[in-house]
Nanobody, 127 residues
Framework: QLQLVESGGDLVQPGGSLRLSCAAS????????ISWFRQAPGKEREGVSC????????KYADSVKGRFTISRDNAKNAVYLQMNSLKPEDTAVYFC????????????????????WGKGTLVTVSS
């Protein structure tokens, strides 16, 4: 069974920081690209950040550039999302998702055709 489990969501004040974790079970992340998504109430799910399997490619949505940082630690079979300078509009359920790479997509990532999803972790930014 391929499973992804998010953790680290919490209630924080505007300007605060959180680090989300995405832990994989049943498979190793060495050959998987990982993407973070978020969905706020009444809004469509959007891609936030992604990282290639080789750690060379990183992408960020315009709304989080300069504030969020994605990283991976294959030895721990985990991917992280460091979130700084949080804003109320960052409030959402955050999901991680994975897909296996091919030679055409080696060390690349995007937000389409993900094959494995976590159940999400809630981030609430409010005073």
């Amino acid at each position: 069974q391929l499973q992804l489990v998010e953790s680290g969501g919490d209630l924080v004040q505007p300007g605060g920081s959180l680090r989300l974790s995405c832990a994989a079970s049943g498979f190793t992340l060495d050959y998987y690209a990982i993407s973070w998504f978020r969905q706020a109430p009444g809004k469509e799910r959007e891609g936030v950040s992604c990282i290639g399997n080789g750690d060379a490619t990183r992408k960020y949505a315009d709304s989080v550039k300069g504030r969020f940082t994605i990283s991976r630690d294959n030895a721990k079979n985990a991917v992280y999302l460091q979130m700084n300078s949080l804003k109320p509009e960052d409030t959402a359920v955050y999901f991680c998702a994975a897909k296996r790479v091919s030679w055409r997509t080696w060390d690349w990532c995007d937000f389409s055709d993900m094959t494995s999803w976590g159940k999400g972790t809630l981030v609430t930014v409010s005073s």
